[in-house]
């Protein structure tokens, strides 16, 4: 009788996996490994080329919250790749006596305090193929204003499963 449930539970799973993957997807959860920091992201989409992405972003003594509007559009005619830009803001802080790494330049030291600025992204992502997952690169150029002003420009990977 387990065996049986077990087997019927798998088959409909597998099911709403296949029928999520090939109508898109509306929203991802998942991990983001940056350049700079690392932390979790969700994606949802507003319109079938319009999304919406947070992301929380870590590293020591660092925590920065990201807002991002994107459009997305397909990519190279394939329909599981599709690229995308978008701009936004982020928010976050500083504890004491840790180091803001500047992309451009030399490390700077600095007190507790807030960081705000403006951001974009340009990206790749593709939704796998049979299973509920999307694997992305991008570029997420940041503006820091209240402790620059300076740029970074941060490399990023995400993945995340998707319904």
Known sequence: MKQK???LSLSLLLLTFTKVN???YNTGVGFRAGGFENGLTIKHFVK???AIEGILG???GVFVVTGLYEKHATAFSEPSL????????HIGGIDDGRRYRRYFGDDEFYDRGLLLGA???LGLEWQMPEIPFTLGV???PRLELAKGPFLDIEPGFSLRFVF
């Open 22 to 24: 090939a109508q898109g």
């Open 58 to 60: 870590f590293r020591p």
């Open 119 to 121: 951001d974009a992204i």
């Open 82 to 89: 599709k690229w995308y830009y978008g701009a936004g803001a």
């Open 138 to 140: 991008d570029l997420h």
């Open 5 to 7: 449930l077990l087997l």
């Open 48 to 50: 079938s080329d319009t």
